[in-house]
């Protein structure tokens, strides 16, 4: 082996122990905290695609943090207005045609959300992938082009979580979650979330495109696609209170 080749070997070796060297909770919270940023608002498309019917929404949204989000149904027009909030766990909902804000009761947080293939409970839960689960890398494997660590995600015991265990594909550049699989607690694969068409937004490349596929049920998925996505906004605190769900338009 000439000069040549030992030097890169060893750069090959250093890359490789750097990519190792950051804990697999260190590269999920890196993941997390670029999508989330302080504070952000969007723009979505949602498209429910199901074997014999398809229906589409678009939504606006903004988030503070882990703990806050509050987002208004645009169109179709039959659930226009419609708004939802998210204070901590606690959900509630505005509906226009009668005028009323409710909050959801526990037995209601494992139903499907707007008719998608989102749970109540999926939107509430997403900040304790942190928080409730045991982070470990265990490969690495490409992801639309992108090199990425595959981590495994378990249980904490007692965590109030549904999945037994999550496997996240995050890429080593960008700290992109690229696809999240999510599986029982017999380790049957359940759901999953897969991101495409890479996009910069307010200078960070995330996925556009997210796909949320039910694998037992064939022909069956919500397509989430971000038209605009903001970071880092000025937001009122009385925006994420029930008092002003009624005024955000």
């Known amino acids: 082996m000439n000069y040549l080749?030992?030097?890169?070997?060893?750069?090959?070796?250093?890359?490789?122990?750097?990519?190792w060297a950051q804990s697999a909770e260190e590269i999920i919270r890196k993941a997390d905290e670029k999508?989330?940023?302080?504070?952000?608002?969007s723009e979505m498309t949602i498209?429910?695609?199901?074997p014999k019917w398809s229906k589409q929404m678009k939504i606006k949204g903004w988030t503070e943090g882990?703990?806050?989000?509050v987002s208004i149904v645009t169109s179709p027009a039959k659930e226009k207005g419609t708004v939802f909030l998210?204070?901590?766990?606690?959900?509630?909902?505005?509906?226009?045609?009668i005028d009323?804000?409710?909050?959801f009761p526990p037995s209601m947080m494992l139903q499907n959300w707007m008719g998608t293939d989102l749970t109540n409970d999926d939107l509430v839960k997403q900040s304790s992938i942190l928080e409730d689960y045991t982070h470990k890398i265990i490969g690495e494997e490409p992801k639309e082009g992108y090199d990425c660590w595959m981590i495994e995600l378990i249980p904490k015991e007692d965590a109030?979580?549904?999945w037994g265990k999550v496997l996240i594909w995050v890429d080593k550049l960008e700290y992109m979650m690229l696809q999240s699989d999510y599986y029982d607690e017999d380790d049957f694969l359940v759901n999953q979330m897969i991101g495409s068409d890479i996009k910069e937004f307010s200078g960070k490349k995330l996925p556009s495109k997210l796909r949320v596929i039910p694998i037992e049920d064939e022909g069956q998925e919500t397509i989430l696609i971000y038209d605009k996505l903001e970071f880092d906004i000025n937001i009122s605190?009385?925006?994420f209170t029930t008092n002003y769900m009624k005024r955000i338009r």
């Open 35 to 41: 999508y989330r940023g302080k504070s952000s608002y």
């Open 5 to 19: 080749q030992r030097l890169l070997s060893i750069v090959a070796l250093c890359f490789t122990t750097i990519s």
């Open 86 to 97: 998210m204070r901590d766990k606690e959900v509630w909902n505005y509906m226009p045609t």
């Open 47 to 50: 498209d429910i695609v199901r």
């Open 237 to 239: 605190d009385q925006f």
């Open 100 to 103: 009323r804000t409710i909050k």
């Open 160 to 162: 109030p979580v549904v």
């Open 66 to 69: 882990t703990k806050y989000s």
